[in-house]
């Protein structure tokens, strides 16, 4: 982030104002709490401001098993994405600010053309998934199915190139399996040069569907 960190002052340059992290990560690692504080003192000591793109948040929570404060309010985030989406929800994000946001800010939603209506529909699917901790049940689902997925493809010696902490597992595979198992279960091809896939589990996964999948590698 450092090597990022420059123009401040300068006419000629977009002056930076945020950093933005995604929460578990691209390649389905989670940031540990100190990491998370490391890089918002960074940022507050540059006047900016640290978001947490949490679509994934409940899994990072789930992996981590901790109070989601002591991963977001605790450490010295500004806002986060609160995701629904990729949790059990039809559709919805909440966005969170755990500091005073700048002036204005409840107006960029209308002007970005992103201001839903008929919030409650939303709301109530919240309600749901945060009622009895249900978003955190369902993540951890995800994530041990995600687990037990990786367990099963490094069975069948498939290599397993990052840590399964959230509900993804990335995996090199031969190019010629690929399709057939697309046609199975779809899933996107994340480094085409590399033969490296991405696989994803969610809350309604079950291992019977984890085995069917990796069966078809026989």
């Not at 509900?167 to 057939?180: G, L, W």
Request: glycine fraction near 6%; aromatic fraction near 10%; charged fraction near 20%.
């Amino acid at each position: 982030i450092q090597s990022r960190l420059h123009g401040f002052g300068n006419q000629h340059h977009v002056q930076p104002a945020i950093i933005s992290i995604s929460q578990c990560s691209e390649m389905g690692t989670v940031y540990s709490p100190a990491e998370i504080k490391a890089i918002a003192d960074l940022a507050h000591s540059r006047g900016m401001f640290l978001h947490v793109d949490g679509a994934r948040i409940a899994n990072a929570v789930a992996y981590l098993d901790i109070e989601p404060a002591a991963l977001l309010c605790d450490t010295g985030v500004d806002v986060l994405s609160f995701g629904g989406t990729k949790n059990g929800m039809l559709f919805g994000e909440a966005v969170i600010f755990f500091t005073s946001p700048r002036k204005g800010v409840q107006y960029l939603r209308k002007q970005l053309m992103q201001l839903h209506s008929k919030g409650r529909f939303i709301a109530a699917q919240f309600s749901a998934v945060l009622d009895e901790n249900l978003w955190i049940r369902a993540a951890a689902r995800a994530n041990s199915m995600a687990r037990l997925l990786a367990e099963k493809a490094d069975e069948k010696g498939i290599q397993i190139t990052q840590p399964v902490q959230g509900n993804e597992v990335f995996a090199i595979i031969p190019k010629d399996r690929i399709e057939k198992l697309q046609n199975k279960s779809f899933f996107y091809v994340w480094d085409e040069n590399k033969s490296e896939v991405r696989w994803v589990c969610s809350f309604d996964t079950d291992e019977s569907d984890v085995l069917d999948f990796i069966n078809n590698f026989v």
